[in-house]
T-cell receptor, first 113, second 114 residues
């Protein structure tokens, strides 16, 4: 089944403890992206990757890192999480092209205490 | 990207067609209309997209007016599981990194009643 898989689905952790949210897709998509969703602010793009080893900042990249060493994986790294990064995170992927729909994972709910 | 305007909410009866409107009066000729939905806090789900012509797939139909300033998403036989927030998104048809993000507005909350 074609899917975007995020792990973990839920995580409660403390300020400053490094964490990684993994994202994997099995559709051979070139493009991958991370969004965060907060009440009243909608979905905002954090980082995106047009292809392997090609990443760039979205609208709210501060406090996050990403890497794209393999086509299928696009992990989101919080080196020193802070409470303002408490949010619902979504990974998305697609083939290249504006006529290609992005497919989203089920989300990761992070709580930083 | 052109802005979109959707009513905040609507409801329909189960089994009936749900017609969800979207206004995008400033859309340009090289912009797609996309529809996504989000059920509770699940990941947004792609429904359909189009550029100029009407489109239909197994989930829905998309009707775009001739002047492209508005569109309607039609769920032909709504079920309770179609209760969700539906987002109409306009997306530039030029594929660059800066254009790659999807801009989700507030969407329209569809409530399907038994």
């Amino acid at each position: 089944e074609a899917q975007v898989t995020q792990n973990p689905r839920y995580l409660i952790t403390v300020t400053g403890k490094k964490l990684t949210v993994t994202c994997s897709q099995n559709m051979n998509h070139e493009y991958m992206s991370w969004y965060r969703q907060d009440p009243g602010l909608g979905l905002r793009q954090i980082y995106y990757s047009m292809n392997v080893e090609v990443t760039d900042k979205g609208d709210v990249p501060e406090g996050y890192k990403v890497s794209r060493k393999e086509k299928r994986n696009f992990p989101l790294i919080l080196e020193s999480p802070s409470p303002n990064q408490t949010s619902l995170y979504f990974c998305a992927s697609s083939f290249g092209g504006a006529d290609q729909p992005q497919h989203f994972g089920d989300g990761t709910r992070l709580s930083i205490l | 990207d052109a802005k979109t305007t959707q009513p905040p909410s609507m409801d329909c009866a189960e089994g009936r067609a749900a017609n969800l409107p979207c206004n995008h009066s400033t859309i340009s000729g090289n912009e797609y209309v996309y529809w996504y939905r989000q059920i509770h806090s699940q990941g947004p789900q792609y429904i359909i997209h189009g550029l100029k012509n009407n489109e239909t797939n197994e989930m829905a139909s998309l009707i775009i007016t001739e002047d492209r300033k508005s569109s309607t998403l039609i769920l032909p036989h709504a079920t309770l599981r179609d209760t969700a927030v539906y987002y109409c998104i306009v997306r530039v048809a030029i594929y660059t990194g800066a254009n790659s993000k999807l801009t989700f507005g507030k969407g329209i909350t569809l409530s399907v009643r038994p």
